[in-house]
C-alpha cells in the first residue's frame, strides 16, 4: 500500500508540471548539452569549434578583440584566439604547443556546470550557465566562466558570449541549478 502510494505521488509530480514547465524543461535539455559542448571545446581551447558555434556577433567579438588563451609562444608572447580560428592554425599550434593545451576528459568530474532558470523567458529566449573550471586544469584553482546561449530567429540556439564577469541577469552566482556537480577526483 505505502509502495503504490509512493508510485502514484511520484508520477502525479510530473504530471502536474505547467505547459510552460514542460516547455522551459525542453529547452534547458537542449541548451544543456550544446553548453556543455561548448564549455569543453573552450576548456580544450578548440577554437574553430568555440568559432562555428558562436552568433555572428561573438564571432566578431573573437575575430576583434583580444582573447589571451594561455599558451605561450616560443618568443615568449601569448597567442591569442584569432590566431586559431582556421582549423589548419589551430591544429599547427595544437601540434607545436602540444604540453600547453588541456583534454577536457583530464577532469573526470572536477568541474561544475550551473544553469540559471530564472534568466530564461519567451522573450528573451537567452540562458546564462556558469562553468568552473574554465583555464586552470583544477577547480579550486581555476577560473570560471558565464556562458549566455540565446536563440536566433530561425530558432537555432548559438553561444553569444563567454566572459568572465556576473552577467546583470544574474543575481547572485551561487544560485541556479547545477547540471554537473563538482566532485573531488583522486589524480
Known amino acids: 500500500m505505502v509502495v503504490s502510494l509512493l508510485l502514484m505521488v511520484g508520477c502525479s509530480s510530473n504530471s502536474d508540471a505547467s505547459p510552460e514547465e514542460k516547455e522551459n524543461a525542453d529547452v534547458f535539455n537542449e541548451t544543456d548539452k550544446i553548453v556543455q559542448e561548448f564549455y569543453q571545446a573552450g576548456f580544450e581551447l578548440n577554437i574553430p569549434k568555440v568559432y562555428s558555434m558562436l552568433s555572428p556577433e561573438g564571432q566578431d567579438k573573437l575575430e576583434n578583440e583580444t ?16 590566431d586559431m580560428i582556421q582549423e589548419e592554425d589551430y591544429q599547427n599550434y595544437k601540434d607545436k604547443y ?5 583534454d577536457f576528459d583530464e577532469l573526470n568530474e572536477g568541474y561544475e556546470i550551473r544553469r540559471y532558470d ?50 546583470e541577469a544574474v543575481n547572485d552566482k551561487d544560485s541556479g541549478t ?4 563538482y566532485k573531488e577526483t583522486e589524480e
Open 67 to 82: 582573447y589571451v588563451t594561455g599558451i605561450v609562444k616560443d618568443d615568449g608572447s601569448k597567442l591569442h584566439a584569432q
Open 98 to 102: 602540444s604540453d600547453q593545451f588541456k
Open 118 to 167: 530564472s534568466v530564461y523567458n519567451e522573450d528573451s529566449k537567452e540562458v546564462i550557465y556558469y562553468v568552473k573550471p574554465w583555464r586552470g586544469s583544477k577547480f579550486e584553482d581555476g577560473d570560471s566562466n558565464f556562458i549566455s546561449i540565446k536563440q536566433n530567429e530561425d530558432g537555432e540556439w548559438e553561444i553569444q558570449e563567454f566572459i568572465d564577469s556576473i552577467p
Open 178 to 181: 547545477v547540471i554537473h556537480p
